[in-house]
């Protein structure tokens, strides 16, 4: 979609008051283009062009707006028209739109949802964060063993337009518990006599409702569904989550990942980065700030330490911000490659100790190089033999701690049932930073005899 | 799954020769659990495993292994063996396949394969890496206008199979020029006798066979698709890629934008962590090391010149890792948040100015409370209130250049059509590091008259 042609087209409809081409033109846009389009024009014309979509276009759009158009979009609608929005999307989508409104605003959905609705909704809202629960939809396709292929179209006939999804539909028994899962491929090719219980599949992958939802986002990665079953303790179908939401949680999650690599602290509100005020982007990178500043002062006291050293050799304080830096880098390499691994479930804690042993082997290969540049050049410019022999001990030492803590750091954090990512560039840095002034000035002290 | 059971009990079949029950056990398991069990057991397992699977099984696994063992694997199977792999899997698949396999493999596999797949891998091969058409199936259901809705069940009951997804059809003229969409839900609830022309969607989201996979993957985020159709330049549809492969994208550019971040330059191949090897970790690594080694003795060279200020006040240098870490830290604040918005499409170039003044607004913030809390623990430990304003206002200023620098890069390099993420931490510490040393020791000779 070329956003600016859609937006001039539109602003010319209204302006020449051609409602009716307006609305002809508006079925053309995909309701996932709209969050845009009502970023850019004037809220007056955001409600009337909301008003001239069809009612499950409408309902489609608003579940696609950010959570602050949203609410001032609600601010505009009629209770009808809310009504309809509630009738309209799914019970996920309603979730996520309760759980982020003001509770005034909350009040108003709630009394304009359906009382069916209503109580599912409850039941949806008191899965804790972060779990299947949250993420699951009620609408499904649930089948019976005994039916026919023939059956269960007409059944799909019926019930479909109301489901989430039909890809996948699910079979239960009266009790509803999961017995089997059917693809809808597998139901188009099969013979229009055959019963379901010979055609579904009852090796299911399912997950429960209070599963981790990185867990379900990495079993849609690999098994390569596009819904997954949840079910309860006593196996009984409660919903499903399709892989958009698990798209979501992907991206989510690494984010999260990225923010706490930079020394963020993430929130759970997943507003846009110019949508977040000043005191909530200053206030999400302080703590971290402070928490390190501090660590790195330990760094200056162990320089302190080192004053008549300094005052003997003041040249060797021009190695430090090289030390640190290249200690810093080296650490956050080999942690980032950890943490990612650990993430992607392709390393898991039982293979730290191979993970050790090739981090050993690459720091030492990375340690030479790197000594053996800096040999070349503290000579050329210094020609000072013993500085670079402590530069390049220095510096091989420091490859080695940095890469070793790296890896070792972000595992141990896991087995202890920690984020990983809270041992990630930053603290590793820190932590390898004072160690190698450590070093440096140790090596320094006893080769130079100061 | 729990591997450990599953694994064990697999030995315990082969051992005792149970292979008819391991067969059938075998049948319970997920096609995607496959590749790590391989991991867990001999190599004359795996194969005596391997052949116990049924035909589409077979193919299925194949697929799901890791590159070196389907190499391996390779090399057991025999002609006919290999001739079912290829007849079986959907083209995406071969495609890769054949792209990490070394020539000799290919040939092999390329012998046997049916004269028509073998031309269209070789089509499919031609698309330059990294976009839709190599990403793409040839296998979709492609419907006529005039069709009824039981005519289309009809082809679909007999084509099906062989295609990667039934869940959206498409809806071509007579010379493959794409019309319109109908996703399988609409099609269960139509009547028969309505024509396909009458229920397809005809506002189609499709990309180009040249589009970049990163933009083909924020496509699915946006639109919610399960497949999205790739047209040619002649808007003729030539395949389809489906939202596992989407996925893939998704966490390939996550973790080659977390590799960048902490100075790893990413490699095409996407090994593991534990299965690349030593060498070709540290030749990943040693690149940006040695880069930004070499930018550190900037830092170095600025700290040189000012000697006489250090033989002065031994203790400025305690204040340097602080500076140069909050710095640092600072920058890749900045710069991650903008790199993931940028890369999210939550941002763009045209934003650079509200960024700047986010930026601007937020460093002012997080300077002053980062002076304060520095400001107290000097008076504090030192009693020295010249310290505190020098590194205060050093503080202040660093936080603001480290902000803007770490906003501002990246967007230029987006807007220069280069990756954004070479403006990450890394390289941003690096300037940030010189700048704030610059700053300090200028501020300090001004303040101490030095």
């Known amino acids: 979609m070329d956003e600016e042609k859609v937006i001039e087209k539109i602003t010319k409809f209204i302006e020449n008051k051609r409602i009716k081409n307006l609305r002809e033109y508006l079925k053309t846009i995909n309701s996932?283009?709209?969050?845009?389009?009502?970023?850019?024009?004037?809220?007056?014309?955001?409600?009337?062009?909301?008003?001239?979509?069809?009612?499950?276009?409408?309902?489609?759009?608003?579940?696609?707006l950010e959570h602050d158009n949203q609410e001032k979009l609600i601010g505009y609608l009629t209770d009808t028209e809310i009504k309809n929005v509630m009738n309209e999307i799914y019970m996920d989508d309603a979730v996520d739109l309760i759980e982020e409104m003001p509770s005034n605003v909350v009040k108003r959905i709630l009394t304009n949802t359906?009382?069916?609705?209503?109580?599912?909704?409850?039941?949806?809202?008191?899965?804790?964060?972060d779990t299947a629960g949250?993420?699951?939809?009620?609408?499904?396709?649930?089948?019976?063993?005994?039916?026919?292929?023939?059956?269960?179209?007409?059944?799909?006939?019926k019930k479909a337009l109301k489901k989430e999804t039909v890809y996948n539909c699910y079979v239960?028994?009266?009790?509803?518990?999961?017995?089997?899962?059917?693809?809808?491929?597998?139901?188009?090719?099969?013979?229009?006599?055959?019963?379901?219980?010979?055609?579904?599949?009852?090796?299911?992958?399912?997950?429960?409702?209070?599963?981790?939802?990185?867990?379900?986002?990495?079993?849609?990665?690999?098994?390569?569904?596009?819904?997954?079953?949840?079910?309860?303790?006593?196996?009984?179908?409660?919903?499903?989550?399709t892989i958009d939401d698990a798209i979501d949680v992907i991206q989510e999650e690494a984010t999260e990942d990225f923010e706490k690599m930079a020394a963020i602290t993430p929130d759970d509100d997943n507003d846009s980065y110019l949508k977040t005020g000043v005191f909530k982007h200053a206030k999400s990178r302080i703590i971290w700030l402070l928490i390190l500043m501090l660590s790195a002062m330990l760094t200056g006291q162990v320089i302190e330490n080192f004053e008549a050293a300094i005052s003997t050799l003041p040249l060797l304080v021009a190695f430090i911000p090289m030390i640190m830096d290249t200690g810093g880098n080296c650490g956050s390499q080999a942690s980032t490659l950890i943490i990612r691994g650990l993430a992607m479930n392709e390393l898991s804690t039982k293979d730290i100790f191979k993970a050790i042993w090739k981090e050993l082997r690459v720091s030492i290969v990375v340690g030479i190089v790197l000594a053996i540049a800096n040999s070349i050049r503290i000579m050329v410019q210094y020609h000072d033999i013993k500085i670079a022999i402590v530069v390049g001990i220095t510096l091989i030492c420091t490859v080695m701690m940095a890469k070793l803590l790296g890896c070792v750091l972000p595992m141990i954090a896991k087995k202890l049932k920690l984020d990983p990512a809270i041992m990630a560039a930053p603290l590793i840095t820190t932590i390898v930073d004072t160690l190698s002034v450590l070093?440096?000035?140790?090596?320094?002290t006893l080769i130079f005899n100061i």
Do not use: C
Not at 33 to 62: G, H, N, Q, T, W
Not at 137 to 152: C, G, Q, R, S
Not at 439 to 444: Q, T, W
């Open 172 to 241: 239960l028994t009266i009790d509803r518990k999961l017995l089997g899962i059917i693809d809808i491929k597998d139901l188009l090719v099969a013979d229009r006599d055959k019963l379901i219980k010979d055609i579904m599949d009852t090796n299911v992958i399912k997950v429960n409702t209070l599963e981790d939802q990185e867990e379900v986002a990495r079993m849609f990665d690999k098994y390569n569904y596009v819904a997954l079953p949840v079910v309860d303790q006593e196996n009984r179908l409660v919903g499903i989550i």
């Open 439 to 444: 070093v440096f000035f140790n090596i320094a």
């Open 134 to 157: 949250t993420l699951m939809t009620t609408e499904f396709i649930d089948l019976k063993e005994n039916m026919t292929v023939a059956d269960a179209f007409e059944f799909i006939k």
């Open 32 to 64: 996932a283009d709209f969050p845009s389009i009502f970023e850019s024009v004037d809220e007056d014309k955001i409600i009337m062009i909301y008003r001239l979509l069809s009612k499950e276009k409408a309902a489609e759009v608003f579940v696609e």
């Open 114 to 129: 359906k009382p069916a609705n209503r109580k599912i909704i409850n039941e949806l809202l008191k899965y804790p964060d």
